[in-house]
C-alpha cells in the first residue's frame, strides 16, 4: 500500500530507495557517498599576486587543504531537498548563499554570466591552448574535453616570469588549477573542462564575470545529484559546502585538539 501511494505522488526516488534498503523484509544497509579525492592546494609565485589579484582569484587561493567530512557531507545530503535548493532542518530550512560564497571563498558574485558553448574536439580544445599558451596538451593530457591538472601544473612549473605576457599565462594556469580542485572540481579530482578557457581570453576582463555565482550553481546541481539513490559520489566545491557548514552551524566543526587560549586582558 505505501508503494502504491508513493507511485502516484510520482515519488520515483523513494520507491527506489526503499527498493535499494529492502531485500525480503531486511534492511542491507544505508548509502555512503565518496568523496575523497582531495589533493594539495596549489601555490604561487609571489611575482604574480598583483596580477592574480587583478582577477579577482587571490582570496580563493588563499584556501587551504580541507580533508574530506564523509559523514558531515552526507548527512548535508539527506537534508537536502532539490525542490527548494535548501537543507531541510527540525529548526527550519538554511542555504549556502551568494553572500556565503562571497565571504569565504571571496569570488565576484555579480557581473557577467559564465557561459558560453561546449565543444568536444580536440582541435578546437588544441587551437585554444595554443592562442593562450603558445602550447597545447597532447592527447594523452586529454580525457575527452577534460585537460589533466597534471599538464597544467606541468606548464605552470616551466613558465619563466620575465614579463606580463609569461606572468598572465601562469595566473590563468592557476586559475584553471582553482577550477578543477575547489571551485568545478569532477568526481575524478584531476582534470578541469576546457570549456572555461575561453573566458580567460581577455585577461583584463577575467574579474567581470560572476564566477561566485557559477560556483554556487555548481554546488546545487552536486547536491541535488547527490540525492540520487544510485549516485555513488559526489563533486563540486565541497571546500565551500564544509566551510559553510562549519561556520552557519558551529557545533558541527571539529574540535581543535590544541585550542588558542587568550588571557582576558589580551581579548
Not at 587561493?61 to 559523514?71: E, K, L, N, P, R
Not at 616570469?161 to 568545478?184: A, E, N, P, S, W
Request: net charge positive.
Amino acid at each position: 500500500m505505501v508503494l502504491k501511494v508513493l507511485a502516484h505522488s510520482d515519488h520515483k526516488d523513494v520507491i527506489r530507495v526503499i527498493g535499494h534498503m529492502m531485500d525480503k523484509g531486511h534492511i542491507k544497509g544505508s548509502r555512503m557517498l565518496q568523496c575523497d579525492h582531495y589533493m594539495s592546494s596549489d601555490r604561487y609565485n609571489p611575482i604574480a599576486e598583483e596580477f592574480l589579484r587583478d582577477t579577482g582569484f587571490y582570496y580563493v587561493s588563499q584556501i587551504g587543504v580541507v580533508q574530506c567530512q564523509a559523514a558531515l557531507v552526507n548527512a548535508l545530503i539527506e537534508r537536502w531537498r532539490p525542490e527548494t535548493h535548501s537543507f531541510h532542518f527540525p529548526v527550519g530550512e538554511c542555504a549556502v548563499t551568494l553572500e556565503d560564497v562571497a565571504l569565504i571563498y571571496g569570488l565576484p558574485t555579480n557581473g557577467l554570466p559564465v557561459t558560453g558553448p561546449t565543444l568536444s574536439s580536440y582541435e578546437a580544445l588544441e587551437a585554444e591552448c595554443l592562442d593562450q599558451f603558445g602550447v597545447a596538451p597532447r592527447q594523452a593530457d586529454c580525457r575527452g574535453s577534460f585537460i589533466k591538472l597534471t599538464w597544467f601544473r606541468a606548464l605552470k612549473d616551466r613558465l619563466v616570469l620575465v614579463d606580463d605576457i609569461q606572468i598572465q599565462r601562469y595566473v590563468k594556469c592557476h586559475i584553471m588549477l582553482l577550477f578543477g580542485t575547489v571551485m568545478f572540481g569532477d568526481k575524478s579530482g584531476a582534470g578541469v573542462h576546457w570549456k572555461f578557457l575561453p573566458l580567460l581570453r581577455n585577461f583584463a576582463g577575467i574579474i567581470q564575470f560572476s564566477w561566485g555565482s557559477a560556483c554556487l550553481a555548481h554546488l546545487y546541481r552536486a547536491l541535488c545529484r547527490a540525492t540520487r539513490v544510485d549516485c555513488k559520489e559526489i563533486d563540486g566545491p565541497l571546500t565551500l559546502l564544509l566551510a559553510w557548514a562549519w561556520i552557519r552551524l558551529p557545533f558541527l566543526a571539529p574540535i581543535p585538539s590544541n585550542p588558542r587560549i587568550f588571557s582576558i586582558a589580551k581579548r
